[in-house]
């Protein structure tokens, strides 16, 4: 099969890690009999600086056409000052509105062998494997209104967490869609005890679970689901969730993994329904590091498993991605990482010859 693929390198180490999650991808056609075409765009710094936008409308086409986007990362710190009138992250939100990604997609895995590079107790982390599903345009990040003024008596400012029945509806369905995959157990993150908006989530999300009598739902509230991740994250499987909270929640359970370099995201425009592809874009959820930039020592994991995501979600290979996913536990359970994942006994390898290592095993 062929498929065409857009790749945004970005930013600091995104060019670095982007190489070996392409490498990885060809091992993938080469076992498999696939052919992936790239054309390559920019965003971000980079494109400020060659294209005078953090966007450009050509590279919106080119995703728009494409099967899949595969993304590096964004930012630079030449364009920290809050004054300066483009920001390279300006480029991720448009990118994010053209294409409609409402749905992102944070698996949280832990390895034995990084164990060690966690404050939990290996007891704890034994079995953790569960999915974030995050809603990712709505609630108080783009609900109007939005605003700051002055009065007589001080300063005001007021964020809306405002949410529709459709945009509930469409990121619950992904989360049970996902379930049905997995355990085919889905918990609804809110805080419908205080919130009308979690209350109108809530009872959307009770409507929708008829579509799905094969899967349990579960409500729970978010000071809960903080608990729990810390607690018993044995207990979670997939959890869907409201843009605010998933924000906060998938960076707290990001410490269960031992390392930033290894946490996958993808953001889809469209329900994962079995059988079905949809646009996704994928990416590390960790940021450029541009102090890591060029010394080839960056952690390329996190990049290719969002890649084995890509593979699952807009291309429908689920055999293949699950090869990728396995070549990556392999080389880990024989003690290679890059500098953010070394332990007793651990061998230390490049970005590069991390990438050779996973390419070699899928």
């Keep these: ?10 930013d600091g180490i995104g060019p670095e890690i982007i190489d070996q999650s392409v490498k990885v991808m060809n091992a993938v056609g080469n076992k498999f009999g696939h ?19 953090a966007l450009s409308q050509a590279t919106i086409d080119k995703c728009k056409k494409s099967d899949a986007v595969l993304l590096g990362a964004v ?3 030449r364009f920290d000052d809050p004054q300066a009138p483009i920001h390279p992250e300006d480029g991720l939100l448009a990118i994010r509105k053209e294409l409609g990604l409402f749905a992102n997609l944070r698996p949280v895995h832990a390895y034995p062998s990084l164990f060690d590079h966690t404050n939990f107790k290996p007891g704890v982390l034994e079995g953790v494997d569960f999915v974030f599903v995050r809603e990712l345009t709505g609630g108080l990040y783009f609900g109007q209104p939005k605003k700051r003024w002055t009065e007589k008596d001080g300063r005001w400012a007021v964020d809306s967490m405002l949410y529709s029945e459709h945009e509930i509806a469409r990121i619950v369905r992904v989360g049970f869609e996902i379930a049905r995959t997995r355990k085919k157990k889905l918990i609804s993150v809110d805080k419908a005890n205080v919130l009308q908006s979690s209350r109108l989530w809530r009872q959307v999300a009770v409507e929708i679970s008829k579509e799905y009598p094969d899967v349990e739902l579960e409500h729970m509230l978010v000071d809960a689901c903080a608990m729990r991740i810390i607690q018993n994250p044995r207990y979670l499987d997939v959890i869907v969730t409201e843009n605010t909270f998933g924000d906060i929640l998938t960076d707290e359970a990001s410490m269960l993994g031992g390392s930033l370099g290894m946490l996958a995201s993808a953001s889809l425009a469209g329900v994962p329904k079995a059988g079905n592809r949809t646009l996704g874009m994928y990416e590390p959820s960790h940021g450029s590091a541009p102090r890591h930039k060029g010394l080839n020592d ?62 070699e095993r899928v």
């Design 35 to 53: 052919e992936f075409n790239y054309e390559y765009a920019l965003i971000g710094g980079v494109a400020i600086d060659e294209e005078g936008t």
């Design 1 to 10: 099969m062929k498929f065409n693929i857009v790749v945004l390198p970005g």
């Design 75 to 77: 930012g630079d710190p």
């Design 298 to 359: 960056a952690n390329p994991i996190a990049t290719i498993l969002s890649m084995a995501m890509m593979l699952n979600y807009s291309l429908g290979l689920s055999k293949e991605a699950a090869a990728v996913e396995d070549a990556i536990s392999k080389v880990l359970a024989d003690n290679y990482g890059t500098y953010d994942i070394i332990g007793k006994g651990s061998t230390k390898v490049t970005t590069s010859r991390m990438g050779d290592l996973i390419a």
